[in-house]
């Protein structure tokens, strides 16, 4: 299965809106949507790696264990990938639906760092993959 070239460039643009989003949201207190938004950054530009390898999945535990399989295990990014964006999904759980507890800002900030981080990279990865085409 061929690229998605188009595909892939719309997720990638998602990330980046999805993580100046985050900046502002951050900036403003909303912590809980910082989260949200460093999380959907890091899922997009997720999905965009695994259109390269032809892979989609429905769900987003699909895309985080196709993301590990083909791209942590395999030494494609680097191992500790797979925990942020794991680490990334159970916060945005917190911060989406939690009632009882939310997202503090220390970890809306740590969050933001590793989104801003793992977008970067996988940009990186698809910009390479891009100019050997």
């Avoid at 100046?20 to 949201?25: D, L």
């Avoid at 530009?45 to 985080?64: D, E, F």
């Avoid at 030494?75 to 639906?97: F, S």
């Amino acid at each position: 299965m061929k690229d998605n070239l188009k595909d892939i460039e719309i997720l990638s643009t998602k990330a980046q809106t999805f993580l100046r989003s985050a900046e502002q949201v951050l900036s403003s207190g909303d912590y809980d949507s910082c989260a949200s938004r460093c999380y959907y950054a890091m899922f997009s530009i997720g999905q965009a790696a695994l259109l390269t390898q032809g892979l989609r999945s429905p769900s987003h535990k699909g895309v985080i264990s196709l993301f590990g399989e083909h791209f942590v295990k395999t030494g494609v990014l680097e191992g500790h990938m797979g925990r942020t964006l794991n680490y990334a999904y159970d916060t945005r759980i917190v911060g989406d639906y939690g009632v009882d507890v939310s997202v503090a800002q220390d970890e809306a900030e740590e969050l933001l760092n590793a989104a801003q981080d793992f977008v970067g990279k996988v940009k990186q990865y698809l910009d390479k993959r891009a100019q050997q085409k």
